[in-house]
């Protein structure tokens, strides 16, 4: 193996709640778990919730230095755009569902930043995922054993409360993978300019 492949890091880049958003989140997905106690539901973890805008895979650290700086340069460029909920949901649907999240609204900031970012990260991590952008935060992962999809039904579509947020800025952000779960290291903070 090569020392740039070996020395990999699993990258993305993401929008983490502030705090009054995180709370609410907290709030709610409590509510959930009492409502929802079903064997093999794993819940994220409340510092962990986040919105993904772009998820990289294995990048080399001259991949990773490459992008910050590009994307360093692009950000005075870029607007800031909201995040609203709008309803929970499930990939890939209901009845196969492997993820229960909470649905965020698709508007044409949020969606123009997603696009920037993807061309930037494209260009740099050639071998980038190329998931199409859904905006969501994870609330909930299902093990192979699940078998409450049923129970979770009503769940499906409903709205959430509503709480919005001016996103000032992104980060990119490690993932290690072990067998008691990912673990996230904030590798650089990218700010985006005021709204004038
Ligand atoms: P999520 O946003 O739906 O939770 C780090 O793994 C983050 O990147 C997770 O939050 C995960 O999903 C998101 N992600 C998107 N595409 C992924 C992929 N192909 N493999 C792993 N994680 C991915």
């Not at 009054?20 to 907290?26: F, M, R, T």
């Not at 929970?88 to 698709?106: C, M, Q, W």
Request: hydrophobic fraction near 40%; charge should be positive; aromatic fraction near 8%.
């Amino acid at each position: 193996m090569n020392t740039e492949k070996k020395n990999s890091a699993r990258l993305f880049l993401a929008v983490f709640p502030d705090d009054a958003v995180k709370s609410i989140l907290d709030k709610e997905t409590t509510l959930l778990q009492k409502k929802y106690p079903l064997p093999g539901l794993k819940w994220t973890v409340p510092a962990q919730r986040h919105l993904t805008l772009k998820f990289l895979g294995d990048v080399s650290p001259g991949e990773k230095e490459r992008l910050i700086q590009r994307l360093d340069a692009l950000c005075p460029r870029l607007r800031r755009p909201r995040l609203l909920p709008k309803a929970y949901a499930f990939f890939p649907n209901r009845r196969r569902a492997r993820v229960l999240y909470l649905g965020l609204e698709e508007n044409a900031a949020l969606s123009a930043l997603a696009r920037e970012i993807d061309a930037c990260a494209s260009e740099c991590v050639p071998g980038a995922s190329s998931t199409p952008f859904r905006p969501h935060i994870t609330l909930a992962r299902m093990g192979r054993r699940f078998s409450g999809h049923a129970a979770l039904t009503p769940l499906a579509g409903e709205t959430a409360r509503p709480w919005r947020q001016e996103v000032d800025g992104f980060v990119l952000v490690e993932s290690r993978l072990s067998a008691s779960g990912a673990k996230y290291t904030p590798v650089h903070t990218f700010f985006l300019p005021e709204t004038k």
